[in-house]
Structure formats: structure tokens, C-alpha cells
């Protein structure tokens, strides 16, 4: 009678050790598709970011850039006092895009495509070195980053958003993410990016196609038109 109940005993805590361990290891698997499906989670919405440009004599100009994205397809818009709007259509997978100009000459759609490499390789003249901490950005948390540039009087913190969100600017391919602040060298002057806005919602599918009275040219095509 006793060995019965030794057995059922054994049985019992052999199968409740088995239940445990299945129990645990389908928490960790649950709680690893959760980790990877909101890391991979895709962002479609809008981002507004105020533009600083502060040039060779220190004068500052104020402008402003809004991005339209349904994470495939981005809608680029550019606003300055010197040019006005300014829209460039990128497909993200594809790596090509479409930058819409008007002028007395027409409508025009320019292609451009940016899988197509140099045959000289150029180095960056900027580095990179994270930081640790995060901090506030337009009601998110953004991730630091310290870049040194030889124009720089000194290293400029970025800020950058990495889970669940893609490089929509297709600049810095070293930071793994979305820039919300960052600064662009020019050969006149600096740009300095913030993010003023971010609305998640989905956008218009017709921001993300080509007029219909936009006129599809390559680079050297448009220059001819244009020189006529």
C-alpha cells in the first residue's frame, strides 16, 4: 500500500513539474511575440518637424517639414520662404523616389533612383556615440545619440525613436531609427530638425500617388526642358 502511494505521489508531482515548466516556457514565448510584434510595429501617420537654418553670419530662418507615411509609401513636404513647397514621394522597399516640382515650364515628376551607388565611396564626416537615458520629445521617448562633425564647435546630442519606427527620412543609415532632432550640414549653413508633432492615423491614399498632370522625367531629362 505504501509503494502505491509513492507512486501515485511521484506521478503526481512528475506531472505537475511537467505542467510548470510547459506553463513557463509558454509565457516566454508569449512574451517574446509581444516584444518582436511591437518592435516591428509599423507607423503610419503624420510628423511635423520645425527647421532651424542658421546661416554663415548667424541670421536664423524658421521653416517647417511635414511627413506623410503609410509605412510603404512616404509624402516629404518642404516649406521655405526662399523656394515654398517643396514634395518628395519615396517608396521605402523599392529605395526610389519621385520629387515634384512646378514651374513656368510645366508639371514634373523627377525620378531618382537611390539604389544606385557612386563608384567613389565616400566617408561620413560624421561619428557617432550613444548615450545612456532617454529623453522627451513631443510626448514620446526618444533615444540619445552624441555626433561630432569637423563644423560642429562641439558634438550635437540627436534624438532618435527606435522601436516601431523606420528611417522615413532615409538619412544617418547609422542610427537605428526615426531622427525627431538632428542638424544637417550645408555648404551655407546648418539645419537644425525637431519634431514638433506626431499624429498616428491613416493618411489619404492619394498623398502618396503622382498627379495625373505631373509629367514623369529622369534628372537629365528635366535639365533639357528646363535649359530650352
Given amino acids: 500500500m505504501t509503494n502505491k502511494l509513492y507512486i501515485i505521489h511521484s506521478m503526481y508531482y512528475s506531472n505537475f513539474f511537467q505542467i510548470i515548466v510547459l506553463s513557463t516556457t509558454l509565457l516566454l514565448l508569449s512574451k517574446a511575440n509581444i516584444s518582436f510584434s511591437q ?8 510628423l511635423e518637424f520645425s527647421i532651424i537654418e542658421i546661416n554663415a553670419t548667424n541670421n536664423t530662418d524658421t521653416n517647417k ?20 513647397k517643396q514634395v518628395t514621394i519615396r517608396h521605402i522597399k ?5 520629387q515634384l516640382i512646378t514651374n513656368s515650364k510645366g508639371k514634373f515628376a523627377i525620378q531618382n533612383n537611390h539604389n544606385k551607388k557612386d563608384s567613389i565611396k565616400k566617408e561620413t564626416p560624421y ?13 514620446k521617448k526618444a533615444n540619445r545619440i552624441l555626433v561630432s562633425h569637423p563644423n560642429f564647435q562641439q558634438p550635437v546630442e540627436f534624438l532618435y525613436l527606435k522601436k516601431g519606427y523606420k528611417n522615413y ?5 547609422e542610427i537605428p531609427g ?3 532632432k538632428y542638424s544637417i550640414i550645408k555648404q551655407d549653413c546648418i539645419l537644425n530638425y525637431e519634431l514638433r508633432k506626431i499624429i498616428e ?6 498623398l502618396f500617388g503622382i ?3 505631373f509629367q514623369k522625367v529622369s534628372i537629365k531629362k528635366f535639365l533639357e526642358q528646363i535649359t530650352k
Fill in 39 to 46: 518592435t516591428q510595429k509599423a507607423f503610419t501617420g503624420m
Fill in 65 to 84: 517639414m511635414t511627413i506623410y507615411t503609410n509605412d510603404t509609401i512616404t509624402r516629404i513636404e518642404n516649406f521655405t520662404k526662399k523656394i515654398g
Fill in 94 to 98: 523599392k529605395n526610389k523616389s519621385y
Fill in 127 to 139: 561619428s557617432f556615440k550613444k548615450k545612456l537615458f532617454k529623453k522627451n520629445i513631443a510626448g
Fill in 169 to 173: 527620412l532615409n538619412i544617418f543609415p
Fill in 178 to 180: 526615426l531622427l525627431v
Fill in 201 to 206: 492615423y491613416i493618411p489619404n491614399k492619394n
Fill in 211 to 213: 498627379p495625373s498632370d
